[in-house]
């Protein structure tokens, strides 16, 4: 049975075989033994948004949430919901440090750092029960805007189903202007803004992303957070890359492929693998792109004159520029000369067949996830 907690939001979607989902907050057991969350360590898969005082501590929106004195109105309420009295920062850091360490996965949502001085400054940042988020998100300048649009989602992210759902729905309100270092974007406004990203500090790692703002939303998070499997650092993850090649070179690429999917590459597209009789070339082609987060292109003395590589490469070039990130990778596989925009690229050099396997391996760590 995988267990899962999830703190300031509710999963409404159907049961999940296998899976048992706690809504609970992180109050101490002993001010409310109802809503107060097990030992993070308990957990597979956390997911924190700590959009109030009562979103953390008791584990959904409460009575006083989107008052500006929420704290002084708990108190009054019930003097044990007391900042100090109902939640222990320093016991639930440790728990989410031992999570961590056993290969948790942990999901961070961006919420405004509302502070209250109530007998000394509060925030409810406290909430996501790791000091190093909470600081990060500080330094990277969280921005409070409402949109539905979003620019550049990596198609290999694990959440990239999470944020087409965000888009259709309630669509996004906060993002990241300046992520300091340390965090790996995946989706992206169309200014810039990151919405979300994977983060790692030290041995805090996880995944902060901006918050849900509909039920589907909420759902799909779970959902998309189920679908990544307990860490285990034996075994690499990496993204996935399209093969832009000319017939000729088809054995060398096909080698490749088979290559790189023993190594535990997910997806490597590669035409004669992808298109089926009756298919579109154009359409399966333009599909298998936008659903690879690498192009690599085969260069050789044939493909730099081939209409369909120069096509494919016009395109990933394109993304490139638009996106600011790495999108082309050169493979070369026989000396030729390079087009122009490429010779400022560092290549990897398959030309010596004696060089396969150590080139095949800086391959893989340009295809690794963070």
């Known amino acids: 049975m995988r267990r899962v907690l999830t703190v300031g939001l509710t999963y409404t979607g159907d ?21 107060a969350a097990y030992p993070l360590y308990e957990y597979d898969t956390i997911i924190i948004n700590p959009e109030s005082y009562s979103h953390f501590l008791f584990g959904s929106a409460g009575e006083f949430s989107n008052e500006l004195y929420e704290l002084g109105k708990l108190k009054g309420q019930n003097d044990r919901y ?14 989410m440090e031992a999570a961590i360490a056993d290969g948790a996965t942990v999901v961070w949502c961006l919420s405004e750092p509302k502070r209250v001085n109530f007998f000394g400054y509060r925030e409810t940042h406290l909430g996501y029960a790791a000091p190093k988020v909470a600081s990060f998100v500080k330094r990277s300048e ?11 989602v990596d198609p290999d992210s694990p959440f990239a189903r999470y944020f087409d ?7 996004w309100t906060l993002c990241l202007s300046d992520p300091g270092e340390g965090f790996a974007s995946i989706a992206a406004t169309p200014e810039g ?16 992303l901006t918050p849900p703002t509909s039920h589907e939303a909420q ?10 499997e307990k860490a285990d650092p034996a075994h690499e993850k990496y993204h996935g890359i399209f093969l832009s090649h000319t017939g000729v070179d088809k054995p060398f690429v096909r080698q490749l492929r088979k290559d790189l999917l023993a190594h535990g590459v997910p997806r490597v597209w590669l035409d004669e693998a992808e298109i089926e009789i009756g298919d579109s070339l154009i359409a399966k082609i333009d599909e298998g792109m936008k659903l690879s987060r690498y192009i690599a292109v085969v260069l050789s003395k044939k493909s730099i004159d081939a209409p ?7 395109l990933a070039m394109n993304r490139e520029i638009s996106t600011g990130e790495v999108v082309v990778l050169p493979l070369l596989y026989e000396e030729c000369e390079l087009p122009g925009f490429l010779k400022g690229k560092l290549y990897a050099d398959f030309s010596k067949p004696e060089e396969y396997e150590a080139v095949l391996g800086k391959l893989l760590r340009r295809l690794r996830i963070a």
């Not at 049961?15 to 809503?35: S, Y």
């Not at 409070?144 to 550049?152: D, P, S, Y």
């Open 82 to 95: 007391d900042l100090d009295s109902a939640f222990d920062s320093e016991d639930r850091r440790r728990e």
């Open 193 to 208: 803004y990151s919405l979300g990203g994977q983060v790692t500090i030290g041995a805090t790692t996880g995944w902060l």
């Open 15 to 35: 049961a999940i075989e296998g899976v048992e989902i706690d809504n609970l907050g992180l109050c101490r057991p002993e001010v409310d033994r109802t809503r």
């Open 142 to 152: 969280l921005l409070v805007k409402k949109g539905r649009r979003m620019g550049h």
């Open 165 to 171: 759902v965000l888009s259709q729905t309630g669509g």
């Open 219 to 228: 759902n799909q998070l779970v959902r998309d957070s189920l679908a990544l």
């Open 308 to 314: 369909w590589v120069k096509k494919e490469l016009d």
